[in-house]
Each structure stands twice: as structure tokens, then as C-alpha cells.
């Protein structure tokens, strides 16, 4: 499966954005799929997934009550509404996909596919 994410761009604190993911080759179906992000000089860091099954919901605690992951099956999409942004939200955010499993949703080396980062920038 190919993820392309896209809707990165720049705001000011306390501003929205809404990030999208979406997939060709192959649909979402079975998979876990998860949104996680880098800053400049920092690790990467996990930021919000949703398993297939149930669906279940996780969040970072960072992110908790300002991040909103969701998906549009018919679109083969999974977006990331971000509301209340902060200038510690700045990074490059990715999507990815991998098997559908809770245990590992934080750890970004279970995830098989990628997207290619998009960029938010929050300023001051």
C-alpha cells in the first residue's frame, strides 16, 4: 500500500489544521494506522493510531483532547484534525500503516508502510 499525506502548512498557536492520509495500491482494510511526527533535533514520536478492529482509539498524552484521528473508508483516507496547536507541535508529520495489532501501535518499527511526512509549522 502507498500513503500520501498531505495538509501540513503554517498556523499560528491556537489555530487548526487537518491532516490527510491517503492509500492507493490497496484500502485500509486489516490495518492498524497510525500518525507520528519529528521535530528538528528530536527522535521521532509517536502521536495517534486506530486499530481495525473495534475500531480503538490512542493517543499521546501530549496530544490528548486537541488531536482527533479518524478515517473515511469510502475516501481510503485517515486524517488527523489538529485544533488548539502549539509551537511544540512543529515537526514533520507521518502516516503509516501495519498490522492490525494494539500491543504495538507506539513503536514505529512494527509499521510496514509509509507516507512521506508533511510539514506543520506553528508559529508563535
Known amino acids: 500500500v502507498q500513503l500520501q499525506a498531505s495538509g501540513g502548512g503554517l498556523v499560528q498557536a491556537g489555530g487548526s489544521l487537518r491532516l490527510s492520509c491517503a492509500a492507493s495500491g490497496r484500502t485500509f482494510s486489516g490495518y492498524s494506522v497510525a500518525w507520528f511526527r519529528q521535530a528538528p533535533g528530536k527522535e521521532r514520536e509517536f502521536v495517534a493510531a486506530?486499530?481495525?478492529?473495534?475500531?480503538?482509539?490512542y493517543y499521546a498524552d501530549s496530544v490528548k483532547g486537541r488531536l482527533t484521528i479518524s478515517r473515511d473508508n469510502a475516501q481510503n483516507t485517515v486524517y488527523l484534525r489538529m485544533n488548539s496547536l502549539k509551537p511544540e507541535d512543529t515537526a514533520v508529520y507521518y502516516c503509516a500503516a501495519g498490522k492490525d495489532s494494539p500491543a504495538y501501535l507506539q513503536d514505529g518499527g512494527w509499521y510496514d508502510y509509509w507516507g512521506q511526512g508533511t510539514l506543520v509549522t506553528v508559529s508563535s
Open positions: 486506530f486499530t481495525w478492529s473495534g475500531p480503538r482509539t
